[in-house]
C-alpha cells in the first residue's frame, strides 16, 4: 500500500483562490520532504526542500510567498499555491525521506487547473 | 547543472515486445542513476537503481546497465505485460536526495 499519501489527487479552483495540497507519511517519520512540480511534456522539477521544524529551502525561480510549505510535523507537509493564476496550472508531486535517507517514497501528485 | 533527457511517448507496444526507453544524462560528476514508475493513480515507485559505472539495475523483468562512457541508463524489457501500462521516468542523483528527473515516458501495451 501506499506509504505517502497526498490529497487532493485533483483541484479546480478560480483564479485569485488559495489551494492547499497535503503530503502525508504513513508509516515512518518523514524528516525531509520535498515538493515537485511538472509541466506538460516537461521534467518533474524540484520546487523546495522542507526539513521538519525548519523553513523550506525554495530552488532559485520558485517565488516562497507564492508556494507556502509548512512542515510542522514529521508526518505531514503541506504546500499552499496563494492567489493562484491559471499558469500556476500543473502537477504537483510531493515526496518524503525519512531521516537514515534510505527511504523515499513518492505521492500520487496533485494535478491543479486553475481557471 | 545536472539533466536528463528521455525519448518523448506515448511508446505503443504489443504484449510480448521488446521494450527500450533511452535515457541519457548530463552530470558533473558520478551520479547514481534510477529509474521510477508511475501506475494510473498511484505515487512513483522505484524500478530500479544503478549506483556506479558499469552496473546493472533489475526488477520485475526490466534492467538498465550504467553506461559511463555514452551517460546513458536505457531501460529495456524482453517481454512487455499489459500490466506494464505506465509513465517511466528516468532520474539521477548527485549530492543531495532531491532527484532531476527526465520528462518521463508514457508505455502502452495492447493485448
Known amino acids: 500500500g501506499a506509504v505517502v499519501s497526498q490529497h487532493p489527487s485533483r483541484v479546480i479552483c478560480k483564479s485569485g483562490t488559495s489551494v492547499k495540497i497535503e503530503c502525508r507519511s504513513l508509516d515512518f517519520q518523514a524528516t525531509t520532504m520535498f515538493w515537485y512540480r511538472q509541466f506538460p511534456k516537461q521534467s518533474l522539477m524540484l520546487m523546495a526542500t522542507?526539513?521538519?521544524?525548519?523553513?523550506?529551502?525554495?530552488e532559485q525561480g520558485v517565488e516562497k510567498d507564492k508556494f507556502l510549505i509548512n512542515h510542522a510535523s514529521l508526518t505531514l507537509s503541506t504546500l499552499t499555491v496563494t492567489s493562484a493564476h491559471p499558469e500556476d496550472s500543473s502537477f504537483y508531486i510531493c515526496s518524503a525521506s525519512d531521516a537514515t535517507n534510505e527511504k523515499l517514497f513518492f505521492g500520487s501528485g496533485t494535478q491543479l487547473s486553475v481557471l | 547543472g545536472n539533466s536528463v533527457t528521455q525519448m518523448e511517448g506515448p511508446v505503443t507496444l504489443s504484449e510480448e515486445a521488446f521494450l527500450t526507453i533511452n535515457c541519457t544524462y548530463t552530470a558533473t560528476g558520478y551520479p547514481s542513476l534510477f529509474w521510477y514508475v508511475q501506475y494510473p493513480g498511484e505515487g512513483l515507485q522505484l524500478l530500479l537503481k544503478a549506483t556506479k559505472a558499469d552496473d546493472k539495475g533489475s526488477n520485475k523483468g526490466f534492467e538498465a546497465t550504467y553506461r559511463k562512457e555514452t551517460t546513458s541508463f536505457h531501460l529495456e524489457k524482453g517481454s512487455v505485460q499489459v500490466s506494464d501500462s505506465a509513465v517511466y521516468f528516468c532520474a539521477l542523483i548527485e549530492g543531495r536526495r532531491a532527484l532531476t528527473f527526465g520528462s518521463g515516458t508514457r508505455l502502452q501495451v495492447q493485448p
Open positions: 522542507s526539513n521538519e521544524g525548519s523553513k523550506a529551502t525554495y
